[in-house]
């Protein structure tokens, strides 16, 4: 992000991003994921998609029912460390509540704000599409649970049809995330657009869906959105950065 223009609004910069970012080295059916999240941010990856148990009063990593072996904390750490030495970028994260809560005394959200006082200087919280000048080298929080502080997760444009039961329900698939892409392609510039390559469904498992989806954002060229993916390839990070010099 380092040759982009500090005028730029979060907006109308393409974003590759993952979908449960911290989900690998787990069942077949449930991972979404084959490299770290220290890899995937020197890829290139800068949204994150982050899923969050509440238990004992801290925040573990989950998809569903699956703990990833990380918890939020070094989540944080790792990201803090990687935009310590990579002061020009930023990473956006979606945080939503995982699972069921259990042995906690306080809420999700104040769970949170304590990681947030620990880690003031990190996150951006403006409640507005800030320019690029505001949000490098910090995070900008998109809160998926109740918080009144920060962007909502839903103030993007977001095509996430993710139910997909068997392999004859992918042509539906690859028509959403196409829809989506030509509106992001023709949207306001103000409005962040986010396309979802992923999916799953007990006929049809997260691998097999990245196979058939994530070649199609090499079809377009333009503002594309941040785009949300599982197991993307060097190829398909460089095609969407790439976006941005267009």
């Not at 990380?70 to 509540?97: A, Q």
């Not at 869906?209 to 993916?229: D, E, Q, S």
């Not at 197991?231 to 010099?245: D, K, T, V």
Request: aromatic content about 14%.
């Amino acid at each position: 992000m380092k040759d982009l223009s500090d005028d730029l609004l979060l907006s109308q910069i393409t974003l590759p991003g993952t979908h449960d970012t911290c989900c690998r080295n787990t069942w077949e059916f449930a991972e979404t994921q084959a490299w770290t999240l220290e890899d995937q941010l020197s890829a290139g990856i800068r949204f994150l998609d982050i899923r969050c148990r509440h238990i004992n009063n801290v925040f573990a990593i989950h998809h569903g029912l699956i703990f990833c072996g990380i918890f939020f904390g070094e989540v944080l750490e790792i990201i803090k460390y990687y935009l310590s030495n990579n002061p020009s970028e930023t990473v956006l994260m979606r945080i939503k509540e995982e699972y069921t809560p259990e042995n906690n005394t306080r809420s999700f959200s104040d769970t949170f704000a304590n990681y947030l006082t620990a880690y003031e200087d990190l996150f951006f919280i403006g409640n507005y599409v800030p320019k690029l000048e505001e949000i490098r080298k910090k995070i900008v929080l998109l809160s998926d649970f109740k918080f009144n502080k920060g962007l909502s997760y839903h103030i993007m444009d977001i095509q996430d049809d993710w139910k997909i039961d068997t392999v004859f329900n992918l042509p539906h698939k690859k028509d959403a995330v196409n829809n989506q892409f030509n509106k992001a392609i023709k949207g306001e510039k103000w409005k962040i657009f986010a396309n979802y390559c992923s999916g799953a469904g007990w006929g049809c498992f997260p691998y097999t869906v990245a196979r058939n989806i994530n070649l199609l954002p090499l079809n377009f060229k333009g503002r594309l959105g941040v785009v949300i993916m599982n197991f993307p390839g060097e190829g398909l990070i460089y095609h969407l950065i790439s976006q941005n010099f267009n």
